[in-house]
């Protein structure tokens, strides 16, 4: 038990203390994240110190210090996201604040709001062209820039009041296609003082220019991003069946590592819900297309010119998260690509490009996060795998000595990421995702780093049928053939006999619980990549708001469950039958013509009999940002409980 003295004082802590700090206490990020840092790299003295053979040209020893620098590296990266997470800040005061001076000017700036397209369905468009009119401020303009060239959106722009502007190629993408924008833009008779870039799935909140243009009047903010939510659930939230608990995997970035990369002043351009000032945007040349994450570039190339990148962490858009494994991969391949792309290019940590040491070190935290991780999550699949069939291990330590100096190392980050995130950061669910994006970012690391240039931009599908199951086979080929040979190197150690190779049962012992967390892991993954079928037609959201049915006759007063720009769901027995039409007061809205579309024992569906103008209004009222799930905290037993039902399904 002297052992584990360090890991319960740690524990005690954070059942006695942590919980009553304030996450947003920058003294007490700095002191818990300070730490993690210290008991990180005791632990990491201790594996090269204690645990390593002599360096010799064996392939044991070759293998056990390859394993360690790659542990170094991530460790590297982690201290460096420590650093970062030790601070935060909200800027929401501030916009509050500079909005009274804002409306207090002669006349207000110009701003345009750009959508890029390229092979979206009108479904899709129409809701984000609503509720881009829909955005409250005078004088804005709605350019939607489309690269296909597609006759319906033209007459769907001017039937809703929207610009309509297509170029005759596509060079550069997206990129190309707002640089195209930019250009037209100049030569108008209005240029806009700012333009906001939306991707064509994401839909504004009426308030999204009014939060953000406030914080511009500090004239050396060239940029705000703000954070990307989403009204549907990503693959791993959707196939795992833990949407209902476990939110989206861009949550732990834009929620928490942004905020604080801005406390830092190192906050980036993520693209979509995003505004930038024209002359700043002028100083660098547009948008740059020398990378496929050209986002990210615009905020290295305004750093250079003297602006600054700010982040204004309020849900003011939300669009549509990857909605199959193929698009969350292929969207995440091109992130790695482009990152790797800008650490070749002379924007890169070490290049001559006139970079702030902030986003150089940066670079170093994201270039090791994407090369590092996913290369030592590889090699932690492997290692038991080498273990069980050769008896070689990554290191000689008693069991004793992995609590001492391993345990409070992990105990302390995890009770310190769950404490500031809110139970975002969970060991299992966490470790599926890496696992899941491992196989892309390190084929685009690979790529990227041999090849940078000549790679087109991958667009990342949205609105694809999906009416059956789909199994990605390469996906779970490969998890498989991991979780078989850990399964198969088990029978065959017990069975074999290594003789001098075979290592001490304290060893044994320790792989062979990393062998039964891989394979949890690698079962949640394959699971992950089994895409269960969804359903068509628009994005429902629960609600729980009163709704009063009525005919001229009857009325029934109830709760409605679920809300669409198409109909909903309401919790009471039908007193109509089917088919009928009815009347619905829906709260904050007016009254609604609708089909009784489904009758079940306890509620009843209604269908909206819409005209073009009431479906419009619907898209403001359904997509305005209530109805979006925000989660406050993620509770692991019910997390849990929801892993176990989906692996009974």
């Known amino acids: 038990m ?3 003295g360090l890991t319960l004082v740690l524990v005690g802590a954070g059942i006695l203390v942590v919980p009553f700090l304030d996450p947003k206490s920058n003294w007490a990020r700095t002191v818990l994240f300070g730490i993690c840092i210290l008991l990180t790299w005791r632990y990491v003295g201790w594996r090269f110190a204690e645990t390593l053979p002599p360096l010799q040209l ?25 650093i970062t997470l030790s601070r935060t800040r909200d800027r929401s005061a501030d916009a509050t604040a500079l909005t009274k001076s804002l409306t207090a000017q002669p006349a207000l700036p110009r701003v345009d709001i750009l959508i890029a397209t390229y092979n979206e369905d009108e479904s899709i468009l129409r809701r984000t062209i609503v509720g881009a009119l829909a955005v409250d401020f005078p004088g804005k303009q709605i350019w939607v820039l489309d690269d296909k060239r597609r006759g319906w959106l033209k007459e769907l722009c001017h039937s809703k009041g929207a610009n309509y502007l297509t170029r005759p190629d596509n060079k550069h993408a997206k990129a190309g296609n707002i640089n195209h924008a930019l250009a037209h833009l100049r030569d108008g008779p209005e ?3 700012f333009i906001a ?6 839909v504004p909140n009426s308030d999204f220019l009014w939060r953000i243009i406030p914080l511009f009047q500090d004239q050396g903010v060239g940029l705000v991003q703000t954070p990307q939510h989403f009204f549907n659930w990503d693959p791993i939230q959707w196939n795992l069946l833990v949407g209902d608990v476990w939110p989206d995997e861009q949550r732990f970035f834009f929620d928490h590592v942004m905020a604080s990369k801005d406390a830092w002043g190192a906050a980036f351009c993520c693209g979509t819900s995003s505004v930038i000032r024209m002359t700043a945007l002028d100083a660098i040349g547009g948008f740059p297309t ?13 750093d250079t010119k003297g602006w600054r990148t700010v982040y204004l962490n309020e849900p003011l858009t939300a669009g549509l998260a990857p909605e199959g494994m193929e698009e969350y991969l292929t969207q995440r391949g091109r992130w790695c690509l482009g990152l790797m792309q800008i650490v070749r290019s002379k924007f890169g940590p070490l290049g001559g490009s006139g970079l702030s040491l902030r986003y150089r070190i940066g670079l170093i935290d994201a270039f090791l996060y994407w090369a590092g991780t996913f290369t030592f999550k590889l090699l932690c699949l492997s290692t038991p795998i080498v273990y069980w069939f050769t008896g070689v291990t990554v290191g000689t330590a ?15 980050v995890m009770i310190t990421l769950y404490w500031c995130t809110g139970g975002l950061v969970q060991p299992v669910l966490t470790d599926v995702s890496h696992v899941l994006t491992m196989p892309a970012a390190l084929k685009a690391t690979f790529i990227g780093l041999l090849k940078p240039h000549g790679h087109p931009f991958k667009v990342t599908a949205k609105g694809r049928l999906r009416h059956r199951v789909l199994v990605h086979w390469d996906l779970v080929g490969f998890f498989g053939l991991i979780a078989g040979l850990t399964l198969l190197g088990l029978l065959y150690s017990s069975a074999a006999d290594f003789g001098p190779m075979r290592q001490s049962v304290e060893a044994t012992a320790i792989v062979l619980f990393w062998s039964v ?19 068509d037609g628009e994005q429902r959201f629960a609600t729980s708001e009163p709704v009063r049915a009525f005919t001229a006759d009857q009325a029934v007063t109830a709760q409605l469950v679920d809300i669409s720009v198409g109909g909903g769901r309401i919790l009471a027995p039908a007193p109509w039958p089917q088919g009928a039409t009815v009347f619905l007061s829906l709260p904050e809205f ?28 619907l898209i403001r009222m359904v997509y305005s940002g209530r109805y979006y799930r925000v989660f406050e905290r993620v509770v692991g037993r019910r997390l849990l409980g929801a892993l176990a039902a989906r692996s009974l399904r």
């Open 191 to 193: 240029p806009p003082d």
């Open 398 to 412: 008693s069991a004793a000595d992995v609590i001492e100096h391993f345990l409070p190392y992990y105990v302390s």
């Open 2 to 4: 002297d052992y584990f």
């Open 58 to 82: 064996t392939f044991e020893s070759l293998y056990a210090w390859g394993f360690a620098l790659v542990e170094a590296a991530v460790n590297i990266g982690w201290t460096l996201g420590f």
């Open 197 to 202: 870039v939306l991707d064509a799935d994401f």
């Open 517 to 535: 967390y891989n394979l949890v892991v690698l079962i949640l993954a394959i699971g992950a990549c089994i895409e269960l079928p969804r359903q």
């Open 290 to 302: 020398e990378s496929v994450t050209e986002d990210f570039l615009v905020t290295l190339k305004l």
């Open 590 to 617: 007016g009254v609604v013509r609708a089909r009784i579309a489904e009758i079940t024992g306890t509620s009843f569906a209604v269908e909206f009999l819409q005209t073009d103008l009431l479906r419009d209004a």
